[in-house]
């Protein structure tokens, strides 16, 4: 079966409508988990907040923030989430990330694409969402990412320096903060060590926590495989980021695994790869989620970059890896953003289908 040309303005339409879009990769749904099982996770559900927030250590403000948050847009009380995250301004530069559609140079457009698109949150900087907070921050759940990678000091280094504080979430009315730590860059330990403690005076201040997981080391990246995305390095950068309270994790799906082995350093353990995991994109993904606290923290995979046609594609596929493998969500930017807003409402909304189509099913 071929690739789907896909008809934005048609939209995509129950589980024939999706089943067409991921084309050949509609085999995903048939997959079953023989990894870690599904029934010792603790799975999105309209009650999560109460089986797994409540009973732990968080403000009840927190609570109050993320049911908030998890009751909010077109996937209110289902336990899901789908959060537009533009913060890319910053990274990629404002040209690399707007030049494609100059209308998201104006922060209003940004949070009218996550309204429309019927997100459950947006999440962005402190410039974005202050510029419009007085409009909007009472329609829609904010979340402030407070550091960024910036790339314009030459020649370019990988660190997150931090852009805000946590006061002036609070003070703007955002319900949750977000950060990125670079694991296993030279920075590592002060971005652990800063974002640990901004993390905890935000549940202080009764806001949720989102952690970006992301890898960053030049020797993860071999002539064999680039194992920034491998399962088991991910995994426990998810570990890392729970560890520190995160209430949900934002990580790659992963794409490869046996990073530990290849790289040979650090320790795993061969029931990792024997049991724990297989090469497929569901039961690496069900690795990831297994080190958020077997889902205590939510998985939220990224949605990537933008590769044009098959954007919607890759998005809906994404999501049905993430659902099946007993993840939270998906946060996805560049592809709704960088095309006209209606054609990014339809790809917002093709992703949250995968979430409220009850026949997509946990593997």
């Known amino acids: 079966m ?38 010792s996770l603790h799975l999105p559900g309209p009650d999560f907040v109460d089986r797994c927030v409540a009973p732990s250590d968080r403000p009840i ?24 995250p533009v913060d890319q301004g910053i990274e990629h ?23 429309d698109g019927g997100c459950n949150a947006v999440a962005s900087t402190l410039g974005v969402l202050g510029a419009v907070s007085r409009r909007y921050a009472h329609k829609i ?121 290849a790289l040979k350093f650090g320790k795993t353990h061969k029931g990792v790869y024997e049991q724990l995991t297989t090469d497929h994109p569901i039961d690496l993904t069900r690795y990831q989620v297994a080190n958020c606290y077997m889902g205590r923290a939510g998985l939220i995979n990224s949605g990537g970059a933008s590769s044009g046609e098959s954007d919607l594609k890759e998005a809906v596929k994404t999501a049905v890896i993430n659902k099946r493998a007993g993840g939270t969500g998906l946060i996805s930017g560049r592809k709704a953003f960088q095309r006209p807003m209606s054609e990014g409402v339809t790809l917002l909304n093709a992703i949250q289908d995968v979430y409220l189509t009850k026949e997509i099913t946990i593997a």
């Open 61 to 84: 403000r927190v609570q109050t923030a993320l049911q908030s948050l998890f009751g909010s847009g077109r996937l209110a009380d289902t336990g899901y989430v789908s959060i537009l």
């Open 2 to 39: 071929g690739s789907a040309t896909i008809d934005y303005k048609a939209g995509v339409s129950g589980l024939d409508g999706l089943l067409s879009v991921l084309s050949d990769d509609a085999a995903l749904l048939e997959h079953t988990c023989s990894t870690i099982p599904a029934d």
């Open 93 to 115: 530069s404002g040209g690399a990330s707007f030049a494609p559609n100059p209308a998201y140079f104006d922060p209003e457009n940004i949070v009218k694409l996550a309204i």
């Open 141 to 261: 759940p904010f979340i402030l990412k407070f550091n960024h990678n910036e790339f314009i000091s030459y020649p370019n280094s990988f660190d997150q320096i931090r852009f805000a504080t946590i006061e002036q979430a609070f003070d703007m009315g955002a319900m949750g903060v977000g950060a990125t730590i670079y694991f296993g860059s030279d920075e590592s330990r002060r971005q652990l060590i800063e974002v640990s403690e901004m993390f905890q005076q935000a549940h202080e201040l009764g806001m949720f926590t989102v952690l970006w997981c992301y890898l960053r080391n030049s020797d993860f990246k071999t002539a064999e495989a680039d194992y920034h995305t491998a399962a088991d390095l991910t995994g426990q950068a998810n570990h890392l980021g729970v560890t520190i309270e995160a209430d949900i994790i934002k990580q790659k799906l992963p794409e490869t695994n046996g990073g530990y082995t």
